[in-house]
């Protein structure tokens, strides 16, 4: 299977720890996206890079989340002290320019 | 402030019957939008993107209609399977980038036998 994968996919950790999750796009597409969502809701847009280059961050990417795609391959989104709203899905997608965003399954993280 | 609803918030339906979930939008300027699928604890899946000029495009027993005048998106499954018990969530970037984007809550589908 080619498709989105991250890694891991549940995550549980004690508020104020760091977190650091891993997304592997499909190999050919350049750009790459970062979502949380929580239960009941839409995924909500975090950040957005094409390439190694971060084009775009949400005002909810707060000065505790930092992203990085390093060589424009994987990313990696990491939350430094973590707090109990920060627990969600955070999904990573990735697309070829403009068409279709493939869905990864997602990281679940839950902070206790 | 770009919104997008959708309704019904949760829909149950008999094997084999049809069902139609809306999409309500007040994103400007439009882009194009994009229907998505989740399964509970996965990704969405993408099943359509229709643009500004397009009115019905299909997927198997997946059918989105857009009106673009009344912003308003339809989507359409027929024959209804166990398998399309999902969230079914309507997406419409606007054209000024991804910072803005807008899920809407989805429509959540049971099928029941």
């Known amino acids: 299977d080619t498709g989105v994968s991250q890694n891991p996919r549940h995550k549980i950790t004690k508020r104020g720890q760091n977190v650091t999750f891993r997304c592997d796009p499909i190999?050919?597409?350049?750009?790459l996206y970062w979502y949380r969502q929580t239960l009941g809701q839409g995924p909500e847009f975090l950040t957005y890079?094409?390439?190694?280059?971060?084009?775009?961050k949400s005002r909810l990417l707060s000065d505790r989340f930092s992203a990085e795609r390093p060589k424009g391959s994987f990313s990696t989104l990491e939350i430094q002290r973590t707090e109990q709203g920060d627990s969600a899905m955070y999904l990573c997608a990735s697309s070829r320019t403009e068409d279709t965003q493939y869905f990864g399954p997602g990281t679940r993280l839950t902070v206790l | 402030k770009n919104q997008v609803e959708q309704s019904p918030q949760s829909l149950i339906i008999l094997e084999g019957k049809n069902c139609t979930l809306q999409c309500n939008y007040t994103v400007s300027p439009f882009s194009n939008l994009r229907w998505y699928k989740q399964d509970t604890g996965r990704g969405p899946v993408s099943l359509t993107i229709m643009t500004f000029s397009e009115n019905t495009k299909s997927n198997g027993r997946y059918t989105a209609t857009l009106d673009a005048d009344t912003k308003q998106s339809s989507l359409h499954i027929t024959a209804s399977q166990l398998s399309d018990s999902a969230s079914y969530i309507c997406?419409?970037?606007?054209?000024?980038?991804?910072?803005?984007?807008?899920f809407g809550t989805g429509t959540k589908l049971q099928v029941i036998p």
């Open positions: 890079f094409q390439n190694e280059a971060q084009l775009e």
């Open positions: 190999s050919e597409h350049n750009r």
């Open positions: 997406v419409v970037p606007p054209s000024g980038g991804y910072q803005k984007v807008t």
